[in-house]
């Protein structure tokens, strides 16, 4: 059974920094594209960022381009999300997710596999 596995969360001031991780177990990442997103307590859920495993390609969010960075280990079967210049708009639970369409897409329903959420609470 597939799952996605994200680690990472937790408190942070504002102007701080986390890195998140996430690790698949039962799934190579190759022929996947993996998405980060994110939701906010009466939030909808939202994309936040993404990564065609092979090539590297990557797409962003408006609100978090220049500040947030995805990337993936392809040793390690593991997709990152560093996140500097934490502000406290930033607080959600923070999601992984695989998708099998081959390109990066923002839509949560085109996703296939999704990790458990880990918690980023950013502090003013």
């Known amino acids: 059974q597939v799952q996605l596995v994200e680690s990472g969360g937790g408190l942070v001031q504002a102007g701080g920094s986390l890195r998140l991780s996430c690790a698949a177990s039962?799934?190579?990442?190759?022929?996947?594209?993996m998405g980060w997103f994110r939701q906010a307590p009466g939030k909808e859920r939202e994309f936040v960022a993404g990564?065609?495993?092979?090539?590297?390609?990557?797409v962003y969010a408006d609100s978090v381009k220049g500040r947030f960075t995805i990337s993936r280990d392809i040793a390690k079967n593991t997709v990152y999300l560093q996140m500097n210049s934490l502000n406290p708009e930033d607080t959600a639970v923070y999601y992984c997710?695989?998708?099998?369409?081959?390109?990066?897409?923002?839509?949560?329903?085109?996703?296939?596999?999704w990790g458990q959420g880990t918690q980023v609470t950013v502090s003013s």
């Open positions: 990564i065609r495993w092979s090539a590297g390609t990557t």
């Open positions: 997710a695989a998708s099998k369409v081959p390109a990066i897409i923002r839509a949560p329903s085109r996703y296939d596999y």
């Open positions: 039962e799934l190579t990442f190759s022929s996947y594209t």
